[in-house]
């Protein structure tokens, strides 16, 4: 039988719909669309796409599991390699790590492999299939600061390792980023990274929420005083970056990490009236997923929204179906613009922001083509609210409070990437508290290589 070139597509809300909505934009498959998308995979004896995946996911084993409508062995398959699936089949940049290694992109379509495992693992949370707990049980503490999915991944793999395994989280809900900053339309709260978590803990993971470690509790108290024997720091990168640019103080400046937290942990999502000031006209500034993200919430909460970027579509660095469902939506992108001031009222706040026409001259050392200023083209976008999506760094309240844990010039914790060991034995890190802001699926990457590492640090530190 003749593979298909096309995949099968995937239901979506209307896109005038959920502009004005919350709820999921992607329905994901349904049986028969799984079963149906699953019979194009070729089943290669080398399978590319499984080295396209960072936690190396059995991708087509579990979709032969699919094919054969056994939903149950596909979700086990890929538990195996992940604790969260069904947030990476929502928020993982498949297009350029699976599906992008897939030999039917050559000619057509690759195999919808986010999709798929999407399908799986909500199948899985609907049927109550949890990931089976390890009879093994180790003497071993691990402590685990942050629950984002670095944190969840070390902390799920250990667990299953049979390690006694307790996570700290600074704020009052577990899940980190997939929680506050990931917005529910894309990512649900309740139906999706809540189940995740719980499934976690079912492994026999303790979660210890309002713990701000370098605050209430170093590092050394950790493994002196309380116990642990190794540590995996995967604490995120919460710190925004600015422009520095005049009128940045202003009211009606945001970074885009404080507009989406305060919408998603006051729930303001959910149309409740809590202290988040909306906008009637939002200026984003930044062309990354965060910045997609920021602009397409500031759009449901009812402004007009532009996004402007100093680079062309080209070298947009958010995933192209967010670019996608953006332009949909009806936000209004200024490419190849770049802010030289925000421009106050005299009360103090936005009234504006004057950009300035750009061209792409030279490439960087990063081999994108460097923006240059083109003289004289200045002009100005009215708005009252401005947001800043200009990437992350980690704050450096753990490295400060942590003696020998050596950081790099972006306060970044310096460790290796294939086991994650820092300079200080026993403590490990890992995600963007290490990289910066980087994507889910590198965080929960770097989680299981980090797991490995901790492993092997404890069978050479064994107690007798």
């Known amino acids: 039988m003749a593979v298909s070139m096309t995949r099968v597509p995937v239901r979506e809300q209307e896109p005038l719909v959920r502009a004005k909505n919350f709820e999921e934009v992607c329905l994901g498959y349904s049986e028969e669309e799984a079963v149906a998308e699953a019979e194009r995979c070729l089943h290669c004896a080398k399978p590319l796409c499984v080295q396209g995946c960072p936690v190396s996911i059995n991708i087509p084993e579990f979709i032969q599991e699919v094919k054969n409508r056994d939903f149950k062995r596909a979700y086990d398959i890929i538990n195996e390699s992940s604790s969260l699936p069904a947030v990476c089949g929502r928020v993982c940049p498949q297009e350029t790590q699976c599906e992008g290694k897939c030999i039917l992109g050559k000619k057509g379509d690759p ?61 009052h809900q577990a899940g980190g980023v997939l929680v506050y900053g990931i917005p529910q339309f894309r990512l649900p709260k309740d139906q999706v990274v809540a189940h995740e978590v719980e499934n976690v803990k079912k492994l026999g993971v303790e979660i210890e929420t309002d713990v701000v470690v370098g605050k209430s509790v170093t590092i050394d108290q950790l493994m002196d005083e309380e116990g642990f024997d190794a540590v995996f720091i995967g604490s995120g990168a919460g710190l925004p970056k600015f422009m520095g640019i005049p009128g940045e103080q202003a009211n009606g400046v945001f970074s885009a990490n404080e507009y989406l937290t305060r919408n998603n942990l006051m729930k303001a999502y959910l149309h409740y009236d809590t202290p988040i000031h909306a906008g009637s006209k939002v200026v984003v500034v930044g062309g990354g997923n965060v910045a997609m993200d920021a602009a397409r919430t500031a759009l449901r909460l009812g402004a007009e929204t532009h996004i402007v970027y100093r680079r062309s579509e080209k070298e947009l660095p958010a995933r192209a179906e967010e670019v996608h469902h953006a332009k949909e939506e009806g936000i209004q992108f200024h490419l190849l613009n770049n802010p030289v001031e925000i421009l106050v009222d005299d009360s103090g706040w936005v009234r504006g922001i004057r950009c300035i026409h750009m061209e792409l001259g030279e490439p960087d050392e990063s081999g994108r083509r460097s923006p240059v200023e083109i003289p004289g083209s200045e002009y100005e976008i009215e708005a009252d609210t401005v947001i800043m999506s200009l990437g992350t760094s980690p704050n450096p309240l753990i490295s400060s409070t942590t003696q020998g844990l050596d950081t790099d010039r972006r306060k970044c914790i310096v460790a290796e990437e294939s086991n994650g060991a820092t300079s200080r034995p026993g403590v490990f890190a890992g995600g963007d508290a290490v990289t910066g802001a980087a994507t889910v699926i590198l965080a929960m990457g770097a989680g299981k290589a980090a797991a490995a590492g901790i492993h092997e640090y404890l069978q050479k530190n064994k107690k007798h």
């Open 111 to 171: 195999v919808s492999i986010g999709k798929l495992e999407r399908f799986v693992a909500d199948w899985a949370s609907e049927n109550g299939v949890a990931p089976a707990k390890t009879k093994e049980q180790r003497p071993e503490r691990v402590a685990v600061i942050g629950s984002g999915p670095a944190g969840l991944t070390c902390a799920g793999d250990l667990a299953k390792m049979g390690y006694q395994v307790k996570i700290f989280e600074a704020l």
